[in-house]
Nanobody, 128 residues
Framework: QVQLVESGGGLVQAGGSLRLSCAAS????????MSWFRQAPGKEREFVSG????????YYADSVKGRFTISRDNAKNTVYLQMNFLKPEDTAVYYC?????????????????????WGQGTQVTVSS
């Protein structure tokens, strides 16, 4: 059974930093492309960043480009999201999600429906 568990969320002032982690179990992590999404109150869940399974190709939403960095450690079955220069509009529940991509080393998934496996989310609150 696939499990994704996010951690690292919290309350931070604008301009601060947080590092989110997503620990995976019950899967062959090196076969999975991973993504981060977020959902603010009253809004749709949106793509934040994605990383391919081996080649570690990365992709970012325009709203976080230059401020957030996604990375992964396949030995630790963990994907990270380093968030710098946080803004109040980054306040949301952050979710990691993954998909087994046995056919591609470079695939990144940006649409919610493409990703079958999800964590429970971690709250990030940025105060002004």
């Amino acid at each position: 059974q696939v499990q994704l568990v996010e951690s690292g969320g919290g309350l931070v002032q604008a301009g601060g930093s947080l590092r989110l982690s997503c620990a995976a179990s019950g899967l062959t992590f090196s076969r999975y492309a991973m993504s981060w999404f977020r959902q603010a109150p009253g809004k749709e869940r949106e793509f934040v960043s994605g990383i391919s399974k081996i080649t570690s190709i990365t992709y970012y939403a325009d709203s976080v480009k230059g401020r957030f960095t996604i990375s992964r450690d396949n030995a630790k079955n963990t994907v990270y999201l380093q968030m710098n220069f946080l803004k109040p509009e980054d306040t949301a529940v952050y979710y990691c999600a993954g998909r087994d991509t046995s056919y591609s080393n470079t695939a990144i998934y940006t649409r919610r429906k493409e990703l079958p496996d999800w964590g429970q989310g971690t709250q990030v609150t940025v105060s002004s």
